[in-house]
């Protein structure tokens, strides 16, 4: 799976996608209601920023500030490293890895969004694995 391109990991899952002037309130509501661990901030379609449930935790809460006043666009992380869809997974494995990621924005040559790749992703390779492992340990007991 690492060798797989990004586009076949995120198989047109849904991401979610809101525009800076948004209250924090408002976007970890919808994260909340479409089980979503990030959002994409976009200005004119085109990627600015990503908000992350630490982002809720310690920009907005550790710090005191309002979440129906505050907009998501001054609590977010700007211009955050990106993908793009033909690379393959194990590159946003590194690239998480390298700079303590949990979440990799997806985008086009425009800078569009087209995904978020997460470090869940990640441990849907290891349960592969974990599988795999077992299956394995299954077969040799009925050998021996």
């Known amino acids: ?14 991401f979610l996608s809101v525009s800076a002037d948004v209250p924090v309130r408002a ?10 661990s990030a959002a994409l901030v976009t200005e004119h ?5 990503i908000f992350t449930e630490r ?3 310690f920009r907005v809460l550790a710090a005191g500030l309002d979440a129906d006043a505050t907009p998501v666009g001054e609590v977010m992380t700007h211009n955050p490293l990106t993908l793009t869809e033909g690379k393959p997974f194990g590159h946003a494995l590194h690239l ?14 425009n800078k569009r969004p087209l995904g978020v790749v997460t470090a869940r992703d990640a441990l849907a390779l290891d349960a ?5 492992e077992l299956v394995r ?8």
Request: glycine share 6%; hydrophobic share 40%; net charge negative.
């Open 137 to 144: 340990r299954e077969e040799i007991t009925v050998i021996l």
């Open 1 to 14: 799976m690492p060798s797989r391109p990004i586009h076949q990991v995120l198989s047109d899952r849904p």
């Open 45 to 49: 379609g085109v990627l600015t920023g």
């Open 27 to 36: 976007v970890t509501r919808m994260m909340q209601e479409q089980h979503r």
């Open 55 to 57: 982002d809720a935790t």
């Open 128 to 132: 592969l694995d974990f599988g795999a």
């Open 96 to 109: 998480m890895y390298e700079n303590g990621l949990r979440h990799v924005p997806v985008v086009d040559a």
